[in-house]
């Protein structure tokens, strides 16, 4: 009796943040089925199928893992046969498949990184993610339904430092939650926003939050038992390269830059529906034994995390799979043709295309800005094997 009062009360305390529990998924998806954009989406996904088909299958829908399974899934992978030239995975053979792991990953796209992590996932018969979702891309309460719906648990934004710190102290109880509790692997990006420029590096306020739960002496025993699973996942086109731009340019101008009313959601369904080509994801080794070397440096906390961090970014750029067109950036942003045996004549004018299209050549910040976005990973994979 005990016990079952202080589980009620610990998921009650998650109530503001966590996704929908199995009990809850027929009544709302029942209250969701008659809108416009779950009959879009339904339509997509399965265009034999008529309004009542899926309707009456949705009824019987009464937990997470069958609405993924039986509906986003195939979603998925029909915005894969739309969108994609296919995507390919490596890595998962090594995980375990009982076993709940912390993924923190590159972060490109607001929809498509989670969804085709849990994608690969299902796929390895793994444990697949509750991830993180910032509340601001959730306004509308029809996409807050079908994100709770995804296991998706929210991040608050634009708060006060006070009310900052406790919204990151009870994420970090509920990560742990899921993953001791739940046995539930966990997703997250690893720092606040898409990559703008290309640059994929971990914010280490990230980990701070993450260590709010920890109830061991040392910062490094509590981040080996949580599994930390790099995640590198690359797209041989951004969908979104160009809605990025306007950021890039006031941040170049040092000006503050103030989103459009609908712009998340915009980026969201262009980042679906927009071409991508080839995807490659890769799950890189749980960090356990490289964190006794941080653990042996007898650093500080904040240094211990730096490094850390730092061991996520090189893990990140390391298996970051780069595409033709990150390569012909690179080169175009040198004036050079250092990596033209990476790529064909056709594959260099359809992104000159691309360029021609999307950017305006004439203004330079924007030029670099767009070449950035693709030629970094190079770079950084460069630096890393002192290549720079």
Same mark, same amino acid.
């Given at each position: 009796?005990?016990?079952?009062?202080?589980?009620?009360?610990?998921?009650?305390?998650?109530?503001?943040?966590?996704?929908?529990?199995?009990?809850?998924?027929?009544?709302?998806?029942?209250?969701?089925?008659?809108?416009?954009?779950?009959?879009?989406?339904?339509?997509?996904?399965?265009?034999?199928?008529?309004?009542?088909?899926?309707?009456?299958?949705?009824?019987?829908?009464?937990?997470?893992?069958?609405?993924?399974?039986?509906?986003?899934?195939?979603?998925?992978?029909?915005?894969?046969?739309?969108?994609?030239?296919?995507?390919?995975?490596?890595?998962?053979?090594?995980?375990?498949?009982?076993?709940?792991?912390?993924?923190?990953?590159?972060?490109?796209?607001?929809?498509?990184?989670?969804?085709?992590?849990?994608?690969?996932?299902?796929?390895?018969?793994?444990?697949?993610?509750?991830?993180?979702?910032?509340?601001?891309?959730?306004?509308?309460?029809?996409?807050?339904? &079908? #994100? @709770?719906?995804?296991?998706?648990?929210?991040? %608050?934004?634009?708060?006060?430092?006070?009310?900052? /710190?406790? +919204?990151?102290?009870?994420?970090?109880?509920?990560?742990?939650?899921?993953?001791?509790?739940?046995?539930?692997?966990?997703?997250?990006?690893?720092?606040?926003?898409?990559?703008?420029?290309?640059?994929?590096?971990?914010?280490?306020?990230?980990?701070?939050?993450?260590?709010?739960?920890?109830?061991?002496?040392?910062?490094?025993?509590?981040?080996?038992?949580?599994?930390?699973?790099?995640?590198?996942?690359?797209?041989?086109?951004?969908?979104?390269?160009?809605?990025?731009?306007?950021?890039? &340019? #006031? @941040?170049?101008?040092?000006?503050?830059?103030? %989103?459009?009313?609908?712009?998340?959601?915009?980026? /969201?369904? +262009?980042?679906?529906?927009?071409?991508?080509?080839?995807?490659?994801?890769?799950?890189?080794?749980?960090?356990?034994?490289?964190?006794?070397?941080?653990?042996?440096?007898?650093?500080?906390?904040?240094?211990?995390?730096?490094?850390?961090?730092?061991?996520?970014?090189?893990?990140?750029?390391?298996?970051?799979?780069?595409?033709?067109?990150?390569?012909?950036?690179?080169?175009?942003?040198?004036?050079?043709?250092?990596?033209?045996?990476?790529?064909?004549?056709?594959?260099?004018?359809?992104? &000159?295309?691309?360029?021609?299209?999307?950017?305006?050549?004439?203004?330079?910040?924007?030029?670099?800005?767009? /070449?950035?976005?693709?030629?970094?990973?190079?770079?950084n994979k460069l630096k890393l094997n002192n290549e720079l």
């Amino acid at each position: 009796m005990q016990k079952d009062i202080i589980q009620n009360h610990t998921m009650l305390k998650f109530d503001s943040i966590r996704h929908y529990h199995d009990h809850e998924v027929n009544e709302v998806l029942q209250n969701i089925s008659k809108h416009p954009m779950i009959k879009a989406l339904m339509g997509f996904t399965f265009p034999e199928k008529t309004e009542e088909q899926w309707s009456e299958e949705f009824k019987e829908v009464n937990s997470i893992q069958d609405f993924q399974k039986n509906f986003i899934y195939h979603s998925i992978q029909k915005v894969l046969e739309k969108s994609s030239e296919g995507l390919t995975t490596s890595g998962f053979e090594k995980l375990d498949k009982n076993t709940a792991y912390f993924f923190i990953s590159n972060h490109r796209d607001i929809i498509l990184d989670t969804s085709l992590l849990n994608v690969a996932l299902k796929d390895h018969g793994l444990i697949m993610t509750a991830s993180a979702i910032g509340d601001n891309l959730v306004q509308k309460s029809f996409l807050l339904a &079908l #994100a @709770k719906l995804n296991r998706n648990f929210l991040v %608050k934004r634009g708060l006060a430092p006070r009310e900052l /710190l406790e +919204s990151s102290k009870l994420m970090s109880e509920y990560i742990n939650h899921l993953l001791f509790e739940q046995n539930r692997s966990v997703w997250i990006a690893q720092r606040e926003g898409r990559t703008k420029d290309g640059n994929d590096t971990t914010n280490p306020g990230v980990l701070k939050m993450l260590a709010m739960a920890s109830d061991e002496a040392n910062l490094m025993d509590y981040f080996k038992k949580i599994k930390i699973v790099p995640v590198s996942i690359s797209y041989e086109y951004d969908p979104t390269d160009a809605l990025k731009i306007p950021q890039l &340019l #006031a @941040k170049a101008k040092d000006e503050i830059y103030i %989103k459009e009313k609908n712009e998340d959601f915009v980026n /969201l369904l +262009s980042g679906v529906i927009g071409q991508k080509k080839r995807i490659h994801i890769h799950v890189g080794d749980v960090l356990d034994k490289s964190l006794n070397e941080i653990q042996r440096g007898n650093c500080n906390n904040n240094k211990q995390i730096q490094a850390l961090a730092q061991l996520i970014d090189e893990s990140i750029y390391e298996h970051y799979h780069l595409w033709p067109t990150n390569y012909i950036a690179y080169d175009l942003m040198h004036g050079g043709n250092l990596f033209s045996n990476k790529y064909t004549e056709k594959e260099k004018q359809l992104f &000159l295309r691309r360029l021609e299209l999307r950017v305006d050549k004439d203004n330079d910040i924007v030029f670099d800005g767009f /070449l950035a976005m693709y030629a970094n990973p190079v770079i950084n994979k460069l630096k890393l094997n002192n290549e720079l």
